[in-house]
């Protein structure tokens, strides 16, 4: 029996194609967009204003496929960290609303680990074992509790984004799309190590906000903590982001988490304005979250205060950025599923 495809992370043009195929007519492909990405609807026979013979044909063909999270689990400043299986075998992920006043961030996983195995990211020590389809990134953004009322989405989940670049840029097509949630990219960022080909399609084909992970400004010590910037120096990502307009419409930052002793002194302050000098962006500071395999260490308030300050004073916007959701493993860094992949190594 031919297993049946997912609604849920096809485009209009696809479930068109798929109408046709079936021999539905035309304007059925609305009604099903409508269904799945406006009405949110959890399964076919759901879809009232379609025919039951039509909805029988959808049926022996399609699911919507969505899947609840197995677990959610509350923090006690109201962030929740939700776990959810995915389509390769005893593999999950992880995602992480976090509410504010008037907004409720999503933060997004592209990947099943990470390829990327920066030091201090607990989910570069799952290693790597799959990207998420179109389906599995959108079930996030559907299946997460209080769905209706996210505000924002950041893909600063799980996973490399410009690793998984086209299922991750079909997702956001799907987010921004007229038939879909018509949501304004303004209202979605990227964030990335910056895989400098990806990176180039990036901002050539989207307008979502764009942040950088860069946690050194010398390259020789990015190296040690981030192993990706021998392939993509972060002084060539730099030369990129120079030929792009950030006064307008897109916003750039540049996240860096502070280490105790090993970034946090005035001279990486110094040499930080200089990499950065130009180019119209926002600082956030990171507290680190330590864990049990790694000898980093975070750096303290005052320490973290003065940077700020300092990079403020260059005329930076800049914020240290507050922790949330560090008592349920669901801070930034934090995100890993290895005791439930059966990786009893590293207990997070």
Same mark, same amino acid.
């Not at 992880?94 to 201090?120: H, W, Y």
């Not at 389809?133 to 079930?139: P, V, Y």
């Not at 680190?288 to 700020?308: G, Y």
């Given at each position: 029996?031919?297993?049946?495809?997912?609604?849920?992370?096809?485009?209009?043009?696809?479930?068109?194609?798929?109408?046709?195929?079936?021999?539905? *007519?035309?304007?059925?492909?609305?009604? /099903?967009? +409508?269904?799945?990405?406006?009405?949110?609807?959890?399964? $076919?026979?759901?879809?009232?204003?379609?025919?039951? =013979?039509? #909805?029988?044909?959808?049926?022996?063909?399609?699911?919507?496929?969505?899947?609840? *999270?197995?677990?959610?689990?509350?923090?006690?400043?109201?962030?929740?960290?939700?776990?959810?299986?995915?389509?390769?075998?005893? &593999?999950?992920?992880?995602?992480?609303?976090?509410?504010?006043?008037?907004?409720?961030?999503?933060?997004?996983?592209?990947? %099943?680990?990470? &390829?990327?195995?920066?030091?201090?990211?607990?989910?570069? #020590?799952?290693?790597?074992?799959?990207?998420?389809?179109? @389906?599995?990134?959108?079930?996030?953004?559907?299946?997460? *509790? !209080?769905?209706?009322?996210?505000? @924002?989405?950041?893909?600063?989940?799980?996973?490399?984004?410009?690793?998984?670049?086209?299922?991750?840029? &079909?997702?956001?097509?799907?987010?921004?799309?007229?038939?879909?949630?018509?949501?304004?990219?303004?209202?979605?960022?990227?964030?990335?190590?910056? /895989?400098?080909?990806?990176?180039?399609?990036?901002? !050539?084909?989207?307008?979502?906000?764009?942040?950088?992970?860069?946690?050194? *400004?010398?390259?020789?010590?990015?190296?040690?903590?981030?192993?990706?910037?021998?392939?993509?120096?972060?002084?060539?990502?730099?030369?990129?982001?120079? @030929?792009? +307009?950030?006064?307008?419409?897109?916003?750039?930052?540049?996240?860096?988490?502070?280490?105790?002793?090993?970034?946090?002194?005035?001279?990486?302050?110094?040499?930080?304005? =200089?990499?950065?000098?130009?180019?119209?962006?926002?600082? @956030?500071?990171?507290?680190?979250?330590?864990? #049990?395999?790694?000898?980093?260490?975070?750096? +303290?308030?005052?320490?973290? %205060?003065?940077?700020?300050?300092?990079?403020?004073? =260059?005329?930076?916007?800049?914020?240290? #950025?507050?922790?949330?959701?560090? +008592? $349920?493993?669901?801070?930034?860094?934090?995100?890993?599923?290895?005791?439930?992949?059966?990786?009893?190594?590293?207990?997070?």
């Amino acid at each position: 029996m031919e297993e049946k495809q997912y609604l849920l992370g096809m485009t209009l043009a696809e479930i068109k194609e798929a109408v046709k195929e079936l021999g539905l *007519p035309k304007f059925t492909a609305l009604q /099903i967009a +409508d269904w799945v990405y406006v009405k949110r609807v959890t399964s $076919i026979d759901e879809m009232s204003n379609i025919s039951l =013979k039509n #909805r029988d044909i959808l049926n022996s063909r399609f699911d919507i496929g969505r899947v609840n *999270p197995l677990e959610v689990q509350t923090s006690t400043d109201g962030t929740k960290k939700m776990l959810f299986a995915t389509h390769h075998n005893n &593999k999950f992920i992880e995602s992480v609303t976090i509410p504010e006043s008037d907004r409720l961030t999503l933060c997004v996983s592209s990947q %099943i680990g990470c &390829k990327m195995n920066c030091a201090f990211c607990l989910t570069g #020590r799952m290693g790597f074992s799959g990207n998420l389809s179109t @389906n599995e990134i959108l079930n996030q953004v559907y299946a997460v *509790p !209080d769905a209706e009322n996210l505000s @924002n989405i950041v893909f600063m989940g799980m996973g490399e984004p410009l690793d998984n670049y086209d299922n991750v840029m &079909k997702a956001i097509e799907i987010l921004t799309a007229d038939y879909a949630l018509a949501w304004s990219p303004k209202r979605i960022t990227l964030s990335t190590i910056g /895989i400098l080909p990806k990176l180039k399609r990036f901002l !050539d084909e989207s307008s979502c906000h764009l942040a950088i992970s860069l946690h050194s *400004p010398l390259s020789a010590q990015r190296k040690i903590i981030m192993p990706a910037e021998k392939t993509y120096p972060i002084e060539q990502i730099i030369d990129l982001l120079h @030929n792009y +307009d950030w006064t307008h419409q897109r916003r750039l930052s540049f996240e860096y988490i502070m280490f105790a002793g090993v970034n946090d002194s005035s001279v990486y302050a110094r040499r930080l304005v =200089k990499l950065l000098s130009g180019l119209s962006c926002r600082i @956030n500071l990171i507290r680190f979250h330590a864990f #049990r395999e790694t000898l980093l260490q975070p750096s +303290d308030e005052e320490t973290m %205060i003065k940077f700020r300050d300092f990079l403020t004073s =260059k005329g930076f916007i800049c914020t240290i #950025r507050a922790s949330r959701g560090e +008592d $349920i493993f669901a801070a930034c860094g934090m995100l890993s599923t290895m005791k439930k992949n059966g990786d009893k190594k590293i207990m997070s």
